[in-house]
Structures are given as C-alpha cells and as structure tokens.
C-alpha cells in the first residue's frame, strides 16, 4: 500500500538486522527514507484478524506491546553500534537521519502511553486517509496526530459499558 501512496521510492521489507559476529537479530518489516529530507520512518507491522471478544483483543493487545518491545529493543541495539542493517545497497548512509518508529496494527491499539517514542497506529487509518503523493513528513503527521472529524460533523461523547463486574469507559468520536 505504501509504495503506492507515498513520493517516496527508497523502500525496504524484511531488513536483517546482525550483531558483530553476523548473527540474525531478526528483521525491520518495512522502513522508508526520504534521502533528500534525512528522515527515516521504521514499520513494525502486525497481522491478525480482527479481534471479536475479549480474550481476543487480550491477545492483540500483548502482541501489540510485544512488537513494540521489540522494535524499542532493534533501535537500542542500531542506536549503541551492537546491530547492524544490512540495507538494500543503493541506500544512502542514514546514520545521521532524524528516524520515527511505529507499531502498525489492524484494529487494536495499545492502551498504554507511548513512553518510548514508538507510538503505535492503525494501518486501516493509513488506508483510508493517506492521500495519492504523499511525502513523508505528511506520513508522519499523520501518524502522530490523526485528524479527528470537525465539530460540525462530529462530537466527543464519554461512553461506558458494563461487562459483569466490569465498568469500560472511554471517549469515542460520533459522527
């Protein structure tokens, strides 16, 4: 989807990351740069189907903090020189980028505050609102503060719910 979306032609999947001897740390699912603009964007992506229950949206969401504590764990060790990635070979050197992380889920989003930076998105949200064209600045605009309809067509309203013993409350935008 990205690749379709975004003025952006630099483009990798499943980069290997190594330590110093050569062994497979695992992988970045999708980064992109903007060579032109130093900024680099890093893609953790999970996959499941859509989560109708709640022992299955448990799941999705430890999944979820999973990547997350991965993907803190890949920018660690890329940060303080203990992995490398093994980069397609036409890529500039983007050691001195600015770079963004992010967790792309399908429906689920962690409930908990993005301490670390790596703030965890929708990739249904991207679908959906990535315009034709787009650079990556406007990605990550995007991704860091996702429009919320206008007062005039929406409103916040607080919602609760019971689930026996249970009361879930939250925010949630009308339209």
């Known amino acids: 989807m990205l690749d379709h979306r975004l003025r952006v032609r630099a483009i990798a999947t ?4 190594v330590d110093g001897g050569g062994r ?8 992109l740069v903007d060579a032109a603009r130093r900024i680099m964007v890093v893609f953790e992506v999970t996959s499941q189907i859509c989560a109708d229950g709640l022992a299955e949206i448990g799941r999705a969401v430890r999944k979820t903090a999973e990547k997350r504590a991965q993907l803190a764990g890949y920018r660690g060790r890329l940060a303080d020189g203990t992995a490398t990635a093994e980069w397609p070979l036409d890529w500039p050197d983007v050691s001195g980028f600015a770079k963004r992380w992010y967790v792309l889920t399908n429906d689920v989003l962690s409930l908990d505050p993005p301490d ?15 315009p034709r064209s787009a650079t990556l600045p406007e990605l990550i605009a995007l991704l860091d503060d996702p429009p919320i309809p206008p007062g005039e067509l929406s409103e916040l309203q607080w919602t609760s719910l019971r689930y026996g013993k249970y009361l879930v409350e939250w925010d949630q935008v009308v339209v």
Do not use: F, P, Y
């Open 14 to 17: 499943n980069t290997n990351l």
């Open 24 to 31: 497979s740390l695992g992988d970045l699912d999708v980064t």
């Open 116 to 130: 670390d930076e790596i703030v965890v998105r929708s990739h249904q949200m991207l679908a959906w609102m990535l």
